[in-house]
C-alpha cells in the first residue's frame, strides 16, 4: 500500500493527512508498517485513555465475538453486553442519570439529546456557545460555534442562539421558549477552555427555572480524562441530558446520551419508534465499553490524570509558552504563534511524538495521553518540546 492509493480512493478531508501507515498499537505507542514507533500523546484523539489494545478490552472483545455480533436494531431485544455496561455507568452517576440510549458516535449522541429536549419540552430553541464543537451533522453543526464549518452548510437548524462561553449575558438567552443549553464543560475544539465554576452553576439555576433542559457534552472530557469519570463532577452541576462517546468505548464505536425516565418517556409516544438507530450500542462496541470502564473504575487511573495534569503544567514553562491550560489529561500547551506551533508539532513528530491541533485554534498543542503514561515518557515528550521551542529561537 501507499500514499498515494490511499489519497486517491479514500475521500481527504485536507490536503495535509499525517499519512502514517498504521501496522499495530499498543499501549502508548502506535508502530508502523516502516518500522517506526510513535508515542501517541493525543490517543487517537482521547480515545484511547487505557492505551492502545489495553488486554482487558482486547479479552472482552473476543469473548463477545464468539458470542454474537449485530441481532437486531437498537432497543428490541435484551443484550448482556449493553445491560452490564449500562448498569455500571449509571451506578457512577448522579441519581437522574438513570437511563442511556446507545449511539455509534459523539455526534450521533447530540443529534440524539437535541431531539430528546425538543420533544420533552415542546420548544425549538437552541443555546449553545461560540468556539464549542459538538459534531459534523446537521443537528450537531447548528450547535456548534464555529462560522468556518457552518457557512458552507447554512441553512442549518433555525432558532439557535450563541453568546460567549463563560459569558453571563446568556443567562438572559434562557427563556421559557428555550428547549436546551448545550455545552462542553471544557471546551475541547474551541481551545481547551474550562466553564467557570459560578457560572455554569448559574445557568444550570437558570436553566430549572425557566424550564429549558441543561445538555453536557462530555464527549471529549468524560470517563477519566479530566481527573473525574466527568467533568460535571469538578463543577457540582448535574445536567438534564449528558452526551458520550470517544474513550467510552475504549477504543470501538459507541457512543449515548444518559438522562432521567421522565425525559426518555417522550421518546416512547406521538409516534412510538420516534429515535431509532439499527446499530446503536453494538453488541461488541458494549461489551469493550465494559471492560474498560471496570478497568478504569479498579485502576488508578483518576488520580494518575491529576498528576499528569501537575507534571506537565511543571514542566512546560518559558520562552514561546503562553499557558498550559485545562484539567487531568485534557491540556492544551499554548504558545505565542501559529509558526511556532507548527515547528514544535513538526520537530515532536520527527522525534517520534504524536501532538495535535485542536479545530478552532492554530496556536493550541493538545496534549491528552494515555492514563498509563510513565513519568518518564512524560518527562520525554516535555523535553522534547522545549527543544523544539528553543529550536525555534
Ligand atoms: N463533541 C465533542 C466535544 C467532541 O470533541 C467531538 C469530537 N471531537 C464530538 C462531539 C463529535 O464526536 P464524533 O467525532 O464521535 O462524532
Redesign the pocket.
Known amino acids: 500500500m501507499n500514499k498515494l492509493l490511499f489519497k486517491k480512493i479514500i475521500a481527504q478531508t485536507s490536503d495535509t493527512p499525517m499519512g502514517l501507515e498504521i501496522s499495530n498499537a499498543e499501549g502508548c505507542y502506535i508502530f508502523t508498517v516502516n518500522g517506526k514507533k510513535y508515542l501517541d500523546f493525543i490517543s487517537g484523539?482521547?480515545v484511547s485513555s487505557l492505551g492502545h489494545n489495553h488486554p482487558r478490552i482486547i479479552q472482552a472483545l473476543h469473548e463477545q465475538i464468539d458470542k454474537h455480533l449485530h441481532v437486531m436494531v437498537y432497543g428490541e431485544f435484551i443484550q448482556k453486553p449493553q445491560i452490564e455496561f449500562a448498569q455500571l455507568l449509571l451506578e457512577q452517576l448522579p441519581s437522574s442519570l438513570e437511563q442511556i440510549y446507545f449511539v455509534n458516535?459523539?455526534?450521533?449522541a447530540?443529534e440524539g439529546a437535541l431531539k430528546l429536549a425538543k420533544k420533552f419540552t415542546e420548544r425549538t430553541k437552541l443555546v449553545a456557545f461560540r468556539n464549542s464543537?459538538?459534531?459534523?451533522t446537521h443537528g450537531?453543526l447548528s450547535v456548534t460555534g464555529r462560522d468556518v464549518y457552518r457557512d458552507p452548510y447554512l441553512p442549518l437548524l433555525p432558532n439557535v442562539s450563541f453568546d460567549e462561553f463563560n459569558s453571563n449575558s446568556v443567562l438572559d438567552l434562557i427563556d421559557e421558549e428555550t428547549a436546551a443549553v448545550i455545552l462542553?464543560p471544557i471546551q475541547?475544539?474551541g481551545g481547551i477552555i474550562p466553564a467557570n465554576k459560578e457560572w455554569l452553576q448559574a445557568v444550570r439555576k437558570k436553566c430549572k427555572e425557566s424550564g429549558a433542559l441543561l445538555i453536557f457534552?462530555e464527549?471529549?472530557?468524560g470517563f477519566g480524562r479530566t481527573g473525574k469519570l466527568f467533568a460535571f463532577e469538578h463543577y457540582e452541576v448535574i445536567p438534564d441530558i449528558l452526551?458520550i462517546?470517544?474513550a467510552m468505548g475504549g477504543g470501538m464505536p459507541v457512543?449515548g446520551f444518559v438522562s432521567s425516565s421522565e425525559i426518555f418517556q417522550s421518546f416512547k409516544y406521538n409516534p412510538p419508534l420516534n429515535h431509532v438507530t439499527t446499530f446503536g450500542g453494538h453488541p461488541v462496541s458494549c461489551a469493550a465499553a465494559h471492560a474498560n470502564l471496570k478497568e478504569l473504575l479498579s485502576g488508578n487511573y483518576l488520580n494518575r490524570a491529576q498528576e499528569i495534569e501537575n507534571k506537565i503544567k511543571s514542566n512546560l514553562r518559558g520562552k514561546g509558552i503562553i499557558e498550559v491550560r485545562g484539567t487531568g489529561a485534557m491540556l492544551g500547551l499554548e504558545l505565542e504563534t501559529k509558526d511556532l506551533t507548527e515547528a514544535v508539532v513538526n520537530h515532536c513528530f520527527e522525534k517520534g511524538i504524536l501532538l495535535g491541533w485542536t479545530?478552532h485554534s492554530n496556536t493550541l498543542v493538545r496534549l491528552a495521553p494515555p492514563l498509563i503514561i510513565t513519568d518518564e515518557e512524560l518527562n520525554f515528550v516535555t523535553d522534547t518540546i522545549l527543544d523544539g521551542i528553543n529550536n525555534y529561537f
Open positions: 484523539i482521547a458516535s459523539g455526534t450521533e447530540v464543537y459538538h459534531g459534523d450537531s462542553e475541547g475544539e457534552d464527549i471529549q472530557s452526551c462517546a470517544k457512543g479545530l
